[in-house]
Structures are given as C-alpha cells and as structure tokens.
T-cell receptor, first 115, second 117 residues
Framework: AQSVAQPEDQVNVAEGNPLTVKCTYS??????LFWYVQYPNRGLQFLLK??????LVKGSYGFEAEFNKSQTSFHLKKPSALVSDSALYFC?????????????FGDGTTLTVKP | DTEVTQTPKHLVMGMTNKKSLKCEQH?????MYWYKQKAKKPPELMFV???????INESVPSRFSPECPNSSLLNLHLHALQPEDSALYLC????????????????FGPGTRLLVL
C-alpha cells in the first residue's frame, strides 16, 4: 500500500525567507512523487515531480524538492518566499508496484507568506 | 494547450434532480479522472478512464455515473444525490493512464463546486 504524510497543517514564513513544506512517503516499489499547489476555489496545479535520476528536482515558480530515499522524504523548498506563494500544497505518491492511475495525496499544508 | 475545462463552475441541485458535470481537454490525453474534494482536504479519486474504458472505480455509489463519449470528453451524471455529496468535483487528464505511465503528470481542471440541498 502507498501512503504519504504531510506533518504540518500550516506553515508560516515571512516574505523573502526560505520556505520548506515537508512530505514523507511509504511505498512497496519505486516511488513516483509529485507536488501540486491549489489556490482558493481552483483546481490543482502541477509544480514538480521526481521519477528517477537527480535527487534535486526543480519545478515551476522557483520551487524545488529533494528526494531522500533513506529518509523517505520529498520536501518542497523555495529560497525566497513570495506573498503570492500563499496557498494549499499537496504532496502525492504513486507506487511502482500498483496501478498507474492511482495517486495518493497527503492531507495538504497551508502555506502563508506574510509581507 | 495544457488546459482542462469544466462546466458548470457552480451547481446547486436538489436531492431528486438529475444533472451532469462536463470535462474537456484537447491535449491528446487518453486518460481522464474524476476526483471529489471536500474543503481543505485532499482530492479523493472516484473514477479513471483510460482509452475511453473505465479502468478504476473506487467503489463510488451508483448515484454517480461516469461517461467517456470520446477521448476529449468526460461526463459525470448525477442522480438522487445526498447533501454530503456537496464538494468540489475535479477532473484531470494525463497522457495514457496505463501501467507504463507512472511518471505521467495529471493536469487538473478548475472544478465544479456542487451544492446538494
């Protein structure tokens, strides 16, 4: 079975400071990891994904994430937060041993960036 | 064009009504998905179509009936819904949705916000 945990419901940072949104996962096969962002009353927007290769993945809007196999983590990071980054962030995982159509999402982390 | 469109944006219906949600994409994707999302919660997968065939039904009640008329369109027919079915319904698409497509990105539409009275 596949699962993903986002241990923080809420993350608050000041504009210009670095931000980290945490994600850990559990799979039986190879993990396929995704980050999405959701603004109020909108659908999910894809930020980045890890499939294989370089552990540091760069994505949209200056976000990046680091895959850490030993810690089963895929934390989302950005060097300098913007107020416009305030949104709900979801980490998702697919297990290489299961059906490709099924992604498991974390419960989400609300990021608030204050001016 | 990486856009998935959904209509209507908002829908209010009574428990005896029949209504349909529509989703459309023109990215050439052959997999389409329906998700249900409650406020501040993660999306919950309902159905997956791959090459116009239903490949996953997550034990969704029969009052929700999906339909995939062609590779670009996905409908969700609603009948005799309950107030607890009120939610944001999201449609998504990806390239193939098959077992070889684990790396595929899902592109989401903006959703239909449904209120059942």
């Amino acid at each position: 079975a596949q699962s993903v945990a986002q241990p923080e419901d809420q993350v608050n940072v000041a504009e210009g400071n670095p931000l980290t949104v945490k994600c850990t996962y559990s799979v039986s096969g190879n993990p396929y990891l995704f980050w999405y962002v959701q603004y109020p009353n909108r659908g999910l927007q894809f930020l980045l994904k890890y499939i294989t290769g370089d552990n540091l993945v760069k994505g949209s809007y200056g976000f990046e994430a680091e895959f850490n196999k030993s810690q089963t983590s895929f934390h989302l990071k950005k060097p300098s937060a913007l107020v416009s980054d305030s949104a709900l962030y979801f980490c998702a995982v697919r297990d290489g041993n299961t059906n490709a159509g099924k992604s498991t999402f974390g419960d989400g982390t609300t990021l608030t960036v204050k001016p | 064009d990486t856009e998935v469109t959904q209509t209507p944006k908002h829908l209010v219906m009574g428990m005896t009504n029949k209504k349909s949600l529509k989703c459309e994409q023109h990215m050439g994707h052959r997999a389409m998905y329906w998700y249900k999302q409650k406020a501040k919660k993660p999306p919950e997968l309902m159905f997956v179509y791959s090459y116009e065939k239903l490949s996953i039904n997550e034990s969704v009640p029969s009052r929700f009936s999906p339909e995939c008329p062609n590779s670009s369109l996905l409908n969700l027919h609603l009948h005799a819904l309950q107030p607890e079915d009120s939610a944001l319904y999201l449609c998504a698409s990806s390239l193939t949705g098959t077992s070889g497509g684990m790396e595929e990105t899902q592109y989401f539409g903006p959703g239909t916000r449904l209120l059942v009275l």
